[in-house]
Each structure stands twice: as C-alpha cells, then as structure tokens.
C-alpha cells in the first residue's frame, strides 16, 4: 500500500500514486520554501503533473488528467461560494449533490470524480447555484 519516504526531519507514508496525465509513478514532495504543503509530483520532469495530498501523505481524491483536473476546479468555483457565502452548509450541499447526481453522499467528491462527473455535476450544480440564490 505504501512505504515511507523522509522529507527534511520527518517521515511520510508514500502511497502508490499514478500520474492522470502520463500514467508514471508519482512521488511524495513538499511544496516550496514557503508553502511546504504535501504533494505529490510525476516522477517524469517533463510531465509536471501534480497531485494534492493530506498532511498525513495520503493522496486526495484520485489523481486526474490536465481536462478532469481543469473542470474541477469549475465544479469548486461554482459550489465553494455556496456554503462559504453561507447560503447552504456544505454537508446539506453535498447532499443534495449526490442525490441530483444519484450517488452516495460518500462518492460524491469533487476530487473523485472523472471528466463525465464533472461535467454533469457542473451543470447540476450551476441550477443549485441559481435555486439556493432565488431563495
């Protein structure tokens, strides 16, 4: 499942990560001097590929190609300011969610979705958008 890797005084579990992109192996890094985030990176330089993690190691969600990676952050730009504006929690949001996009509520995160869930879920949640801001 995974082995530990030293990253300056500590030791993080590196989980077996594949590239969305080209499909490599990918390794755990920290971000840069300032922002020292776990993340992981293609071990292929020329790929450029990166991956979210948790403070922990563990990968968040599943890694994605550059278009899946590009309508999540859509999907996101569209739902954050729905709970963050406090219009809805983001419990209730993402309940709602799964249930339009027929769903587990425990499946139904952004960062787990492919292309096709991404795009009807942006189109769900643009009418959710519009519902929750009439009201």
Not at 31 to 47: A, H, K, N, Q, V
């Amino acid at each position: 499942m995974y082995k530990f890797v030293q990253l300056g005084n500590k030791f993080y579990p590196q989980w077996d990560v594949t590239c969305g992109d080209c499909g490599s192996k990918m390794v755990l890094v920290t971000g840069d001097s300032i922002d020292r985030t776990l993340m992981y990176r293609c071990s292929r330089p020329e790929c450029r590929c990166i991956h979210a993690a948790f403070p922990n190691g563990k990968p968040v969600g599943t890694p994605a190609d550059q278009n899946t990676r590009s309508l999540r952050c859509v999907l996101h730009r569209i739902l954050d300011p729905l709970w963050k504006d406090r219009h809805i929690s983001r419990n209730r949001l993402y309940k709602r969610l799964a249930k339009r996009l027929g769903m587990s509520e425990e499946d139904c995160h952004v960062g787990k979705f492919n292309a096709k869930q991404c795009t009807k879920a942006i189109q769900v949640a643009r009418r959710l958008s519009e519902d929750l801001q009439s009201q």
